[in-house]
């Protein structure tokens, strides 16, 4: 018998939907998969296609030239410090940093009231001495006089004629003494020694400067020089009044020889070479650095490659890759070369080239040893295939 307060037990399907719900997941993830699959074509290892490659004909030579760089600094022909000859307070200045002067041009000027002063001064003594002169040269001729009568004495007629030899004398000094004042007056104008360009101004108006004192700063501008420190092997090679090119990192510009130096300098060891810029250029400055570029021939056998057709080897070897014929196709080979010389673009190789190969010039990252290729100049593909 059964309690009236107990419940019939009902059957419960939950834990079977929890089962039920990942295995059904599962099954459809595999439907997925092979549907997915079933669409795809299985691509033949032979249908592959095979990559593009550049080639080159490579030439065999019995030297390379070797190009050395280089650098050195524009000067100016001639670097003047200025200034005056006396001291004085600055009056005018009439140039500034910067400005272009001529020759002969006025650059600052000096105080001259004091050498004005001098200059009337040695005017009246110049006077007095005239009439000095001019007063010694009656007495002169009034003892000659006496001296015919017998009224006066040799003695006295000596006298009167070194007083005249004094007075001209005395006239001769005055006149000195005022041809240096002239030539300190002329001095108080500071004038320009050559042709150029104020680099500097040391000094401001209204200031009192001792003789020599450095004013400006003048350079000549009319036909730059570039000083190259060689070293003597290279420095050996070239003679004065040889035409060689130059360059900036805009433009390219002939120049002569204009010194070589006759000995080494201390602190580098190499020879200074003067280069006389010989076609104008505004666009150099003193300071301004030139590349000169020395070439040598070397005495070595050897291929001349691209330097993007290069990849690293081992020991110190470098791989190159040539097209060569397998049966009807075309593969890479892998050849292990050394390295003698490099520049910007090129390398002289030598090593287990010949000068038949065609070598894959660029691309040579994505290639393998083995690989099988086509050409991409049409013309080199049917001359290749041809000699198969």
Do not use: C
Not at 187 to 193: M, Q, W
Not at 202 to 208: C, F, M, R, S
Not at 345 to 351: K, L, P, T, W
Not at 359 to 373: E, I, M, Y
Request: hydrophobic share 45%; aromatic share 4%.
């Amino acid at each position: 018998m059964t309690s009236s307060n107990q419940l019939p037990q009902q059957p419960s399907f939950k834990k079977y939907w929890i089962w039920l719900i990942p295995f059904i997941a599962l099954l459809a993830l595999v439907s997925l998969m092979k549907a997915s699959g079933s669409g795809q074509t299985q691509v033949a290892p032979t249908d592959i296609k095979k990559p593009l490659v550049n080639v080159m004909p490579v030439q065999w030579h019995e030297q390379y030239v070797q190009k050395h760089l280089v650098v050195g600094r524009v000067e100016a022909p001639q670097t003047a410090e200025v200034g005056f000859d006396l001291s004085g307070s600055v009056v005018n200045i009439v140039v500034n940093e910067g400005q272009r002067v001529t020759q002969g041009q006025i650059m600052a000027e000096l105080d001259t009231q004091r050498l004005n002063a001098q200059m009337t001064e040695l005017s009246a003594i110049l006077s007095r001495a005239k009439s000095d002169a001019n007063l010694a040269k009656l007495s002169l001729k009034r003892v000659i006089e006496l001296v015919d009568k017998k009224l006066e004495s040799a003695q006295r007629l000596d006298e009167a004629t070194e007083s005249v030899n004094a007075a001209n004398a005395f006239i001769d000094e005055v006149l000195a003494r005022i041809q240096r004042l002239q030539v300190d007056i002329s001095k108080t104008k500071l004038r320009a020694p050559f042709d150029g360009s104020v680099v500097s101004r040391l000094v401001d108006l209204g200031a009192v400067v001792a003789t020599g004192q450095t004013l400006f700063t003048l350079q000549q501008n009319t036909q730059l020089e570039a000083r190259f420190a060689l070293s003597a092997a290279y420095a050996d090679k070239l003679v004065v009044d040889q035409i060689v090119e130059v360059s900036s990192s805009s433009t390219q510009l002939l120049g002569k020889i204009k010194s070589i130096a006759q000995q080494r300098r201390v602190d580098t060891r190499t020879v200074d070479v003067i280069v006389s810029l010989t076609q104008p250029n505004l666009t150099i400055l003193p300071g301004d650095l030139l590349n000169f570029e020395m070439k040598t021939s070397i005495n070595a056998e050897g291929f001349w490659v691209p330097r993007k057709a290069l990849v690293s080897g081992v020991r110190g070897l470098w791989s190159l890759f040539t097209v060569n014929a397998t049966g009807n196709e075309l593969q890479l080979q892998a050849k292990l070369v050394e390295m003698l010389h490099v520049d910007e673009e090129q390398a002289f190789v030598r090593g287990a080239l010949k000068e038949s190969d065609l070598l894959v010039s660029d691309g040579v990252h994505r290639l393998v040893p083995g690989q099988k290729v086509l050409l991409a100049d049409a013309q080199t593909t049917n001359s290749v295939s041809g000699s198969l």
